[in-house]
């Protein structure tokens, strides 16, 4: 090492505002001493007003045995002095603080003083630079690198090198972040899973046409159901992942109503149509499907990707939608936050 620091450290006791107060002009007590008549008292009442912060000047007079109180020729009670001459042992003691005071020796006055605000202590730190091991008034360059020049010529040797410090930090990786979509869509998330909704399973891409569109009563002929408003497959082409009894019942709803009072739509519902499969294109076939399986009525939530052709820009469209079952009113409400960055409109139910 060129130098070593040693760290020393002094406590210094200071005087308040209060305390350099009492320096100039006496304890509180001591004053309020000087104000007692010598010969026939003071009224009390007129003394405290005499001197400042009387409270703490009077309990400390008396608990000095300074002054006493008794009734005067007139009968009132008045404080009289008990002893003809005192010393302000607390401003000696104060003056005394223009140097470093041993806290051993004046332990208990320093505490004193202290719990009565007069003084208050600070730290100096301060450094103790002596010469080192390796101490030189030339200022050498350490080298910080070993090349293959070094190893070949043998100048290594005769180098001095920088110490290696293998606890250092490696420089910041740079890393990917979140999209502000994907931000948005993760704290709605949070949101309506704090309120007590439950999320409903988004892992079924593909969905069969029966719970995403016949269970939710779409005719089979209707143009969201041709191929080009819906992505079909070829492979598997056809699913029969509902239950038939079910479907049975969902048929009579299309055909003539069932038991719903209304008339249908007075078509022959096809199972063939019902079992192909497809994109999934909205979420409430997710809600249909799962309606059915708990059969009561819920608190769910999803945010997920849906797939739709497009003719007017035959392009892939993936749109984020969030989707809500009310178990109050038991029905669906949709919103939209789509790629484009705009201010979703909410319903105003759930505001």
Request: aromatic share 10%.
């Amino acid at each position: 090492e060129v130098i070593d620091a040693q760290q020393l450290q002094t406590d210094n006791w200071e005087l308040t505002v209060e305390g350099q107060d009492v320096v100039s002009n006496g304890s509180y007590e001591a004053r309020l001493w000087g104000e007692v008549d010598a010969i026939q008292g003071t009224l009390q009442q007129e003394l405290m007003n005499k001197v400042p912060n009387s409270t703490i000047g009077f309990n400390k007079a008396m608990a000095c045995g300074w002054i006493c109180i008794g009734k005067g020729i007139d009968g009132e009670l008045r404080v009289f002095r008990k002893v003809e001459s005192i010393t302000d042992t607390t401003r000696v003691l104060l003056c005394q603080l223009s140097g470093v005071l041993n806290d051993t020796a004046y332990a208990e006055q320093l505490k004193e003083l202290k719990k009565r605000k007069l003084i208050d202590k600070s730290v100096i730190k301060h450094y103790v630079v002596t010469k080192g091991s390796q101490f030189t008034v030339d200022i050498d360059r350490l080298e910080s690198e070993l090349t293959s020049e070094m190893i070949q010529s043998g100048t290594w040797k005769s180098m001095r090198f920088k110490a290696y410090n293998f606890e250092a930090q490696g420089p910041p990786i740079d890393s990917g972040h979140l999209h502000p979509l994907m931000k948005v869509r993760a704290e709605i998330r949070e949101i309506f899973l704090e309120m007590g909704f439950t999320e409903m399973p988004t892992n079924n891409f593909v969905e069969s046409s029966f719970w995403n569109f016949d269970a939710l009563f779409q005719p089979q002929q209707h143009p969201a159901r041709d191929c080009h408003d819906t992505f079909f497959l070829k492979d598997p082409m056809y699913s029969r992942d509902f239950p038939l009894d079910f479907a049975e019942k969902v048929k009579a709803v299309h055909e003539n109503g069932g038991d719903t009072g209304s008339i249908g739509y007075k078509y022959n519902w096809r199972i063939e149509e019902a079992e192909k499969n497809i994109l999934r294109t909205h979420t409430t076939a997710i809600s249909a499907r799962m309606l059915y399986h708990l059969g009561q009525q819920v608190s769910l939530m999803l945010i997920i990707t849906l797939e739709k052709n497009k003719d007017e820009k035959l392009t892939l469209r993936c749109t984020q939608r969030k989707h809500l079952l009310q178990p109050s009113t038991s029905q669906s409400i949709e919103f939209s936050v789509t790629k484009r960055w705009t201010q979703p409109t909410w319903p105003s139910s759930i505001k």
